[in-house]
């Protein structure tokens, strides 16, 4: 089994600043790619950032140069600094991650989602 589990949600004025951890633990053989995805009210589940094994990063259109996405590869964790927050980015964020597992080391690929952490900018 995997898990993630996140963290480092809350409120926080616009303009401010908020650090998302995510740690992924269980039978990892790899983590292939790790990334942030968020849902606000009423709005589909979008892309907020992606980061793959080798470091390589992807970030949607709103959140380019706000945001920074990392990861501890010793540690099966990524982050997520978010700076210059805006209201319109209230919203669950969820960790996602594709994982390679020891226990289906067959398939390469297994997708998970944490259980999604508040992120409320006031105005």
């Known amino acids: 089994q995997v898990q993630l589990v996140e963290s480092g949600g809350g409120l926080v004025q616009a303009g401010g600043s908020l650090r998302l951890s995510c740690a992924a633990s269980?039978?990892?053989?790899?983590?292939?790619?790790m990334g942030w995805y968020r849902q606000a009210p009423g709005k589909q589940r979008e892309l907020v950032a992606t980061?793959?094994?080798?470091?390589?990063?992807n970030y949607a259109d709103f959140v380019k140069g706000r945001f920074t996405i990392s990861r501890d590869n010793a540690k099966n964790t990524v982050y997520l600094q978010m700076n210059s927050l805006k209201p319109e980015d209230t919203a669950v964020y969820y960790c996602?991650?594709?994982?390679?597992?020891?226990?289906?080391?067959?398939?390469?690929?297994?997708?998970?989602w944490g259980q999604g952490t508040q992120v409320t900018v006031s105005s």
């Open positions: 980061i793959r094994s080798i470091g390589s990063t």
């Open positions: 269980g039978d990892i053989f790899r983590i292939n790619a």
């Open positions: 996602n991650a594709d994982i390679w597992r020891i226990a289906t080391i067959a398939v390469p690929h297994n997708n998970y």
